[in-house]
């Protein structure tokens, strides 16, 4: 379960470190990918896990598309409007999504066996997010560190100017990360899917969630993401059995707000906070 | 002071006037309630706007302080009996302390990190209120009728609330107006600008920041407590709707942020197309999407708002207006 | 006699890489002492690091008497020590007039909106901008930001101005024009530290240098001995230019 978390998180450290925009539509998008699944699944009848590389490239491109249209031209102003900006985008997505699908509950059924160790069942469906969520980070942090895309990616996200001097196209990074940041976020609910139901506002609370993750991992750090997404998830395991449900928010919240400000970069971090 | 020689400051007062002797020119029930929502929302966006517009830190969360406000008077009068202007007046000034505090907490974080903040801090007290018991839970408040007595019965105390409403929209106007032309204001308008390059003039920050967070409580926590009471019910999800936050912000990005006008502009049109929104068959369902839109073509093309393009047309007009 | 400014073994380090080591100085008042040194030597680190912008890692600022180290960048101006930045950072959106009144009002005097009205124009006028009051700050020219830097920050009638290459970017006329207004500046008692790339500019105006390299001081004392210092002369070996300019603009 952490693991799915620190998938999720991702997307948002991605885009964040990149170019510093806190892509409010996320939780939305996470919220798409369930719906994708859910679709894919059921009039389609594409097997859950195929799904997957379908949601990639779909997510992607609406990343892009999504980063063209909102953020490009608010990417060298203050924060503020990068953040107004993905905030109105999530609510026109929002609002659509209750016009057509409501606020029912959503399933996206998968019978996969599961593991037994001793006293504890780990259901099929959470093992096997757990592996796929490290194949992708895997494969982001390849990407990231051994080509030269990501290198590309990474000067963009170090000094903008400096990259474009030196003749890199940061407008199309910009939107490859975003775009990339997007497609995480899509997989990542594809992935929820098969763990819980859900509905069209499910999309809030893993972005919280995904917050306190990036803060603990650390801007820009997908490996720190996932750590981060772990520990998250362990935390809540261990927690929910003593106390209401509806206290995990405010906990979430308070160790959102001590995490930002006792670590401006992130506990992980490995850059330090940069200055707005 | 030398506000009172500014044409502004009689141009607020004239609208004032125009809310309060409209409706009671006709004894017209309708367009006081229309007129009531629009004090609400022009409180609201007002107060925010400070924040917003003055010093360049969104609160996404604006909402919570006239839910508390409301909670606060509510539960003053039906568990302790108080009287009803001062249990409004009690939960302005307990909520604004509450967000001293908490501000100077959450004000450490620069820019974009605080507004996120301001997202959680919805969800964080709107939980926490659910469970709270002595403020009855998920399930809410009531007032009792027996409590409008004191006011002259239910017909008259609503229009006594709505009088109180208009009045407290006012200050809100008013306080908009003197804090922008403040050396506090100013302070905040630098920060606005580049918070770093203020403080190394000199401008205490921090305090500045928690000083117009507190600020900015104040009257919406007030105009929270009439505004529940005038319902005689309070629950959570009517505390701390996270869509009329949302919509406080659409209006004051809209009317021009960093303007006392703008807000009041931005409510008025707001309302309107609301209104029109609600009626209309295809859109009723799509108010969000069209609030969003909204924001978005604002954010991308017309940051000013309203009263920021009006200004770039006719610079002149930024000596007479606000 | 106590020095207006003084820096006591101080220290910085930014992940593993030393900006400034050990570097003590003093100031008297009035006087203007320049720093230089070469790329990277930290000497804009030392600016942050009195201003109070960064903590320092080890040692203490020392302003009047009072300790500074490490006191949130508001305090020091109160305090009376007022900065320009390397790249100048003004209020876009606000009028020139308005930039300064902020410098006034909230700097050492803490002056009400009215008495930080007439502090600004005197700043302003100092500055030749008094025709251009009206004007959006985002308006102006570099040279005229550049200008309206180093207004803003005078309008708070500082006892330490710390200028950080106020003359770069500016054309001969223009740098001409700011020598002169950085004279009267001393001449009205207020002491200057200034971090220069231009060697003769530099030279003339200061009454003593301070040379940095790799966040240590190098070398300290007169115009004149400092360019006839061997070692400072082997420091800026690495740019031929400017050693030149530095044994050419000594006086």
Not at chain 2, 36 to 60: C, K
Not at chain 2, 130 to 143: D, E, I, R
Request: aromatic share 10%; proline share 5%.
């Amino acid at each position: 379960m952490g693991a799915v978390y620190g998938l999720a998180a991702m997307g948002i450290t991605l885009i964040w470190g990149v170019m510093d925009v806190i892509n409010l539509t996320h939780g939305t998008m996470i919220v798409a990918g369930m719906f994708s699944a859910y679709l894919l699944v059921g009039s389609a009848g594409v097997p859950v896990y195929a799904t997957l590389p379908i949601v990639l490239v779909g997510g992607f491109v609406a990343g892009v598309a999504l980063y063209t249209i909102a953020v490009q031209r608010v990417v060298g102003q203050a924060p503020l409007m990068s953040l107004l900006s993905t905030f109105s985008v999530n609510l026109m997505l929002i609002g659509m999504g209750t016009a057509v699908w409501g606020t029912v509950l959503f399933n996206v059924p998968v019978a996969l066996p599961g593991l037994s160790l001793g006293r504890y069942t780990f259901p099929g469906t959470h093992l096997m997010s757990a592996a796929i969520t490290v194949l992708l980070a895997g494969a982001l942090y390849l990407l990231l560190y051994h080509t030269r895309i990501g290198k590309a990616v990474r000067a963009v996200s170090g000094n903008r100017e400096a990259a474009e001097l030196v003749g890199i196209p940061t407008r199309r990074v910009l939107a490859l990360s975003f775009g990339l940041g997007v497609a995480l976020a899509c997989v990542s609910g594809v992935l929820i899917a098969t763990l819980f139901p859900f509905t069209v506002l499910s999309g809030d609370p893993y972005l919280l969630k995904s917050f306190v993750v990036t803060i603990l991992g650390g801007l820009g750090n997908p490996v720190g993401a996932l750590i981060a997404g772990v520990l998250l998830g362990l935390f809540e395991g261990l927690t929910t059995p003593f106390m209401p449900v509806s206290w995990i928010p405010v906990i979430e919240f308070a160790l959102f707000v001590v995490a930002l400000i006792a670590f401006p970069g992130g506990v992980l971090g490995l850059r330090s906070a940069r200055p707005h | 002071m030398n506000l009172l020689r500014r044409p502004f400051f009689w141009i607020i007062g004239a609208v004032i006037l125009v809310f309060a002797l409209a409706p009671a020119y006709h004894g017209n029930v309708e367009l006081r309630e229309s007129l009531l929502l629009a004090t609400v929302y022009i409180t609201l966006a007002s107060s925010l706007n400070m924040m917003l517009g003055y010093a360049g830190y969104v609160n996404f969360g604006s909402i919570v302080f006239f839910g508390l406000g409301g909670y606060f008077c509510v539960w003053l009068m039906s568990a302790h009996g108080w009287p009803l202007a001062a249990a409004a007046l009690a939960g302005g000034v307990a909520v604004s302390a509450a967000g001293l505090l908490f501000g100077l907490g959450i004000l450490r974080l620069r820019g974009a990190y605080f507004a996120l903040s301001t997202i959680g801090v919805i969800e964080a007290v709107n939980a926490f209120v659910t469970n709270f018991a002595p403020w009855g839970g998920s399930s809410g408040m009531y007032l009792s009728p027996v409590l409008f007595e004191p006011l002259g019965g239910a017909r008259h105390a609503l229009w006594t609330i709505y009088y109180l409403l208009v009045a407290v929209m006012g200050m809100s106007l008013y306080l908009s107006y003197a804090v922008k032309r403040s050396k506090f204001g100013l302070g905040l308008l630098a920060i606005g600008q580049n918070e770093g390059a203020a403080s190394v003039l000199g401008v205490p920050a921090p305090r500045y920041k928690a000083i117009v967070y507190s600020l900015s409580a104040f009257l919406p926590a007030v105009a929270g407590g009439l505004y529940f009471f005038k319902g005689a019910f309070i629950q959570p999800p009517d505390a701390f709707d996270l869509q009329l936050s949302t919509e406080v912000i659409v209006i004051a990005m809209l009317g021009g942020q960093g303007t006392v006008a703008g807000p009041a502009i931005g409510a008025f049109l707001y309302e309107q197309l609301r209104g029109w929104l609600l009626t209309s068959p295809t859109f009723a369902n799509f108010q969000l999407v069209v609030a969003g839109a909204l924001l978005l073509a604002i954010v991308l093309f017309a940051p000013g708002g309203l009263m920021g393009s009006l200004y770039r047309r006719w610079p002149r007009l930024r000596g007479f207006l606000e | 006699m106590s020095a207006l400014l003084e820096v006591v073994a101080l220290g910085k380090y930014f992940g593993g890489v030393r900006a400034v080591q050990s570097l003590s100085f003093k100031m008297k008042e009035g006087e203007i002492l320049g720093l230089i040194g070469p790329n990277g030597a930290g000497k804009s680190t030392v600016f942050n690091l009195i201003n109070g912008v960064i903590a320092p890692d080890a040692g203490r600022v020392l302003f009047r008497g009072a300790d500074i180290t490490a006191a949130p960048p508001y305090r020091v101006a109160r305090e009376g020590l007022a900065r320009t930045h390397q790249i100048v950072q003004p209020f876009m959106t606000l009028s020139v007039f308005e930039n300064c009144i902020v410098g006034a009002c909230f700097g050492r005097e803490n002056l009400p909106l009215a008495r930080g009205r007439e502090a600004a124009r005197e700043a302003l006028a100092m500055v030749g901008l008094e025709d251009r009051l009206d004007a959006p700050a985002s308006q102006l020219t570099i040279a005229g930001k550049k200008r309206l830097e180093l207004a803003r920050a005078l309008s708070a009638r500082p006892t330490l101005l710390l200028l950080d290459e106020v003359l770069a970017g500016l054309n001969p006329t223009e740098v001409e024009y700011m020598i002169g207004v950085i004279r009267a500046i001393r001449a009205r008692g207020i002491s200057i530290l200034m971090i220069e790339h231009l060697m003769q500019a530099i030279m003339n105006l200061s009454d003593r240098i301070l040379v940095l390299n790799s966040g240590m001081r190098l070398c300290e004392g007169l115009p004149a001995e400092v360019a006839a210092d061997p070692a400072v002369i082997e420091a800026y070996l690495g740019d031929p230019h400017l050693a030149d300019s530095l044994r050419a603009g000594a006086p």
